[in-house]
């Protein structure tokens, strides 16, 4: 039977076969890569995606055989380092995806070789710092300590001495930290009476997410306003700890599974109570939707809080089209440009932020569905700030050519890597924050 160039069915996920000991051996690993490398050198549609593809590409291209023998193994992992697991080749490009024969899944190849990687060599203490959210976010976050990190970062002779000792690019945006957090200032619901419908229980349990809860804190504090402005009761988990993206993006898969064995049992217990869960940043969203359940298909807890897990926005819309989303809105937002996250692109609940938004009166909503290229840590990185920029390039033009009142992305930092592409005064608005400020609270 000849082989199908490409496929028109939907994408198949397998899960992360991450606990056998194959998926370690660099032999195996080497070959798969080989392999992968040889059908995207043949096919090239990612090369307008993540730098990753652009390198495997140039690699091919000045070897002696323009092909990817021609290629030396050790620089396959120049690919590996540019992919930041954003997914959109795998949903969004790539036409041999599983169930095609060529059973192509890009972004957990790279997975795999991070993982090799990690358990070879570790990380660099620059690496693990910036995946080490809950630990720094903790010291970062105390009384005193916060303004002072917040000043010191602002100052450029630190940044530069940060960037020659740490390798921490001068000129990318880091996050401030608030002493006071928003798990502990969060002083529970105002809403006593439930209400119900059909799919949406009308009671929120918010998993907090380390960034909403020390580094912009008013994020959690707006989205629970909106969603009790709308009559959804919210709490809070006992406990959380980091849902492990970082770790993921780091191949420490060890830690992602720790961190797991920290959430999972606090939040199927809020499942089990009647609670949907939400949480502000669509990584965090997409781990308990997406890697987790493929890191433990055997694990009914994850597959439970997997089915409960909602990014606000489409919790939202499923209220609305219950008849319960308030939609009294006292204010008319204009002009929004507004980037679309990769890992809510992926999440296949459709651009549900632009359409609540869009609800409001008088209200203007530009979706520009472009990488902007900063991945948590990776537009951070010295070695690779720079591109991080190129990345984010077409979506900075998208936002001046707008012209708008308000630019905004669901990824909170990636609205601070259009600011500082834009290299003006303005600053991003959440649309969390924006439907709050169209309800006028």
């Known amino acids: 039977m000849a082989q199908r160039e490409g496929s028109l069915e939907a994408p198949t996920r397998h899960p992360l076969n991450w606990k056998d000991a194959s998926f370690y051996n660099e032999d195996e690993l080497f070959t798969e890569l080989e392999r992968v490398y040889d059908i995207c050198h043949g096919c090239r549609r990612c090369v307008s995606l993540c730098n990753a593809f652009p390198t495997l590409f140039d690699l091919v291209d000045e070897s002696d055989t323009m092909e990817v023998d021609g290629v030396a193994k050790q620089d396959y992992w120049k690919v590996v380092d540019h992919c930041y697991l954003c997914d959109l080749c795998y949903l969004t490009k790539c036409p041999y995806v599983p169930p095609h024969e060529w059973n192509i899944d890009f972004p957990h190849l790279m ?238 609940i459709g651009l549900k932020t632009r359409d609540i938004l869009q609800l409001v009166p008088d209200t203007e909503v530009m979706p520009i569905e472009r990488c902007s290229g900063h991945d948590g840590t990776y537009a951070v990185k010295v070695e690779f700030h720079d591109i991080s920029m190129k990345i984010a390039r077409p979506v900075v033009n998208k936002v001046k050519q707008f012209n708008a009142d308000y630019y905004s992305s669901d990824c909170p930092m990636a609205g601070h890597q259009i600011e500082n592409g834009l290299q003006d005064s303005s600053a991003p608005t959440h649309p969390i924050k924006l439907l709050r400020k169209a309800y006028g609270l």
């Not at 965090?284 to 909602?310: G, I, R, S, T």
């Open 111 to 348: 997975l795999r070789a991070k993982a090799v990687k990690f358990k070879q060599q570790g990380a660099t203490s620059r690496d693990k710092m910036l995946a080490a959210t809950d630990t720094v976010g903790k010291l970062a976050g105390l009384p005193v300590v916060a303004q002072t990190v917040n000043f010191v970062n602002k100052l450029k002779p630190v940044r530069k001495m940060m960037q020659s000792g740490l390798g921490i690019h001068a000129n990318a945006v880091l996050p401030e930290y608030h002493s006071s957090n928003f798990r502990s200032a969060y002083k529970g619901s105002k809403v006593s009476q439930i209400d119900a419908g059909e799919k949406t229980s009308g009671k929120v349990a918010l998993f907090a997410t380390c960034y909403c809860n020390v580094n912009e804190p008013d994020i959690n504090n707006d989205l629970v306003s909106v969603f009790e402005h709308n009559g959804i009761q919210t709490t809070i988990a006992q406990k959380e700890q980091c849902c492990g993206m970082p770790k993921l993006e780091l191949g420490d898969l060890n830690a992602v599974e720790k961190a797991m064995q920290v959430n999972i049992p606090v939040l199927a217990k809020l499942v089990d109570d009647g609670y949907d869960l939400v949480a502000a940043v669509p990584s965090c969203v997409l781990m308990f939707k997406q890697e987790l359940p493929l890191m433990f298909p055997d694990n009914k807890d994850v597959q439970k809080v997997q089915q409960a897990f909602y990014d606000p926005f489409e919790y939202l819309m499923l209220r609305h089209k219950e008849n319960k989303l308030n939609t009294e809105f006292k204010k008319p937002l204009g002009k929004i440009a507004y980037q679309v996250a990769c890992h809510l692109r992926v999440q296949k």
